[in-house]
């Protein structure tokens, strides 16, 4: 695999470094957080757009913050979701931490039914719906102040992709001025370098996260899909950087990445092949309170996006080129009455794609196309009785195509509209306990590719339309200072699902884009936290989901049907913190008429323990910037474990990760 040379590091560095400022907490601010109730914390943006209490959002939320995240450790974002009630993280043979599963629902190894936002923002490509990589494993995770996950339909105020979770990545912003550095290393001569800065003056601020990563990888051994035996280096490497900017009522969001990795193949046959991704998001925002009680937004959003990987076809291998730009233009305007007993969200976007997909065998394997998107969104929440809220959305959406089918592409005249909704009751019977009633129906969009592709393998079709959600939660909780607990029936119904078809007559047979299948699933949450004693916490969750396809066989996607997920963390000085987290999932499935090649994907426990000291008082250092020394664990007890292929469904299984890995860290504030 091509590296990524010194020069790019020591950019990146000599720009992270810039000016000498660090987001980072002070000591008082660690102290002030263990003192905060669990009610103090528990916050969310992402349900109404707005800040509001978890427990009055009209939404299910669970919340990683990032008192979290230094508890218990993490290497990758995917590693710190991989902890959250009801999500499954799991890797493709195409894509590693790819896939961010929500309740169970993975149908294909494209992750188009999760909807990833940061700072409420969409990152999102219009090509494949779904291709979340370069988040979940090369987003700079010491730059995150909080993770919002909502379980459930999204799309009335988020569109296409939010159907059965979103995940918005709130960002650290206006932080103490100052510097951090931290180095990293670990199993499979993995290095890390990451700077954090940040920058308060007032009305002006700036934070941010650079990071480089390099690593010699685990070997995969695995059964291809033609009974081969093959093995190869999962090594990998990528610079990325997360930056936070305002000033007075602008402000801007910025990610940048860019990775390389070697991966098994765009199919699982053959001795593994490289993929790398460049990704550009932005976002700036105008911001303005135009009077008490009618606040306005504007946001212009950018998603770029260019990828590159072998594409082997009748064994040889072909070079395939993707590349796209997302323009998004969004306003939103809140409005409240009646002391705050009324709230009005109105908002409307469009957002201009264009993109193309090559390959040396096929120049328009999907040809350059341009499309328009346009919504119309409207939320009400009303309080009916002090205790009791009433919420009510909507959302009118069409897709235009602006050029016309490709060669080979049969053309639809007609553009794709549909409208979606959501209502809800929010009842706090007391002040520790309430319930929460809720139905919200969403939609996912064709891509561009399931539109449009004209390869040997696959042809698009202009006439498929969205796949649709409708999904019912009951949810009853309880809340105080010290605990928190709540438990969650849900039922989601898919139709209109995306699927390929194979076309009469067509040799080797070629497979045409349709509608067609539906989907069911149910299931039960309970998740936990609490503050058990001083310095000493946890945090859990069970989760069982059973799906149905429509002929009412189960296990229509081949996901764990339960999770069980408890973390214990304890601060046994104000230097020493320790903390240790079981992930447990259920047997996977294997597709029927997959070839029984590989391991089973069997159940497992993923342990990880964290710890961290501060060198401080042994250095003799002086105490308002720290020395950290951090130690992590991951898998502890050294499983072997493997992912179902969900996705061609040939071979049951594909290698998930290594054994037992252990990563030493030390970071610098200055």
């Known amino acids: 695999m091509q590296r990524l040379n010194l020069l790019t590091f020591s950019i990146a560095l000599a720009f992270s470094s810039y000016r000498s400022v660090a987001a980072h907490q002070a000591p008082d ?66 894509w590693s931490n790819s896939t961010a599963a929500v309740r169970g629902d993975a149908l294909t190894h494209v992750n188009n039914h999760t909807l990833v936002l940061i700072n409420g923002r969409p990152f999102r490509d219009s090509a494949y719906g779904g291709l979340n990589e370069t988040m979940f494993r090369d987003f700079p995770i010491h730059h995150i102040e909080q993770i919002e996950v909502v379980r459930g339909s999204g799309s009335v105020l988020y569109g296409s992709n939010a159907f059965t979770g979103v995940i918005n990545i709130v960002t650290k912003k206006k932080q103490d001025n100052g510097l951090t550095v931290r180095g990293r290393y670990g199993s499979y001569n993995t290095g890390q370098a990451e700077t954090e800065f940040g920058w308060n003056d007032g009305d002006a601020a700036i934070s941010g996260a650079v990071r480089y990563r390099a690593s010699d990888g685990w070997t995969a051994s695995a059964v291809d899909e033609t009974r081969q035996n093959v093995n190869f280096r999962n090594d990998d490497g990528d610079v990325s950087a997360s930056i936070w ?135 009400i929440g009303y309080a009916l009785l002090d205790n009791l809220k009433l919420n009510l959305g909507g959302q009118w959406h069409r897709f235009d195509h602006l050029k016309a089918a490709p060669s080979g592409v049969a053309e639809s005249d007609s553009a794709i509209d549909g409208l979606v909704g959501r209502a809800g009751l929010v009842y706090e ?64 119904r898919v139709t209109n699902l995306i699927v390929r078809s194979p076309i009469p007559n067509t040799v080797p047979t070629r497979l045409l884009y349709v509608n067609g299948g539906s ?129 061609r469904k040939n071979i049951n299984t594909i290698p998930a990760a290594p054994g037992r890995m252990l990563f030493g860290e030390i970071a610098l504030e200055f």
């Open 29 to 94: 601010d660690i102290e002030a957080l263990k003192k905060m109730s669990l009610e103090d914390i528990l916050s969310v943006e992402v349900v109404s757009k707005k800040t509001e209490s978890q427990y009055a959002a009209a939404g299910i939320v669970s919340i990683v913050t990032r008192d979290d995240i230094d508890h218990y450790g993490a290497n990758t974002l995917a590693d710190v979701l991989n902890r959250v009630t009801s999500v499954y993280m799991l890797s493709t043979y195409i």
């Open 245 to 379: 900017g305002g000033w007075k009522e602008f402000d801007f969001n910025l990610y940048v990445v860019n990775s390389q990795k070697q991966h098994w193949g765009a199919v699982p046959i053959g001795f593994g092949q490289q993929v790398e991704n460049n990704r550009l998001f932005f976002d700036a925002g105008y911001n303005h309170q135009i009077n008490d009680f009618w606040r306005s937004k504007w946001n212009l959003t950018l998603n770029k996006f260019s990828q590159n990987y072998n594409l082997p076809v009748a064994g040889v291998p072909y070079m395939t080129d993707l590349w796209e730009n997302n323009l998004l233009l969004e306003q939103s305007h809140f409005l409240s009455f009646f002391d705050d007993k009324l709230n009005l969200l109105l908002g409307g976007l469009v957002e201009w794609q264009q993109g193309q997909v090559t390959q040396v065998s096929q120049p328009n394997t999907l040809a350059p196309y341009e499309q328009l998107k346009s919504s119309i969104y409207a939320n």
């Open 429 to 492: 019977m007391t002040a520790n306990w309430g319930a929460k009633l809720l139905f919200a129906q969403a939609y996912r969009a064709p891509s561009a590719g399931e539109l449009g592709a004209n390869s040997a393998v696959v042809l698009g079709n202009r006439s498929v339309e969205p796949e649709k959600v409708e999904t019912a939660d009951a949810q009853i909780f309880y809340h105080d200072a010290d605990y928190q607990i709540s438990l969650t029936a849900f039922e989601s």
């Open 519 to 647: 989907a069911t699933f149910e299931g039960l949450e309970l998740e936990t936290e609490a503050k058990l004693l001083p310095g000493l916490s946890w945090k859990g969750s069970y989760t069982f989901q059973t799906n149905r396809d429509e002929n009412q066989q189960n296990n229509k996607t081949l996901m764990p049907n339960h999770m069980a997920k408890l973390g214990l963390s304890y601060d046994f000085s104000p230097s020493l913190q320790i903390g240790a987290f079981d992930t447990y999932f259920s047997a996977a499935k294997a597709a029927p008429n997959a070839l029984l090649v590989n391991p089973p994907a069997g159940g497992y426990h993923n342990v990880s323990v964290n710890a961290n000291y501060k060198l401080n008082n042994w250095l003799g250092v002086a105490k308002n910037k720290h020395m950290t020394f951090t130690l992590y664990l991951d898998n502890l007890l050294d499983e072997n474990f493997y992912y179902p292929e969900f996705n």
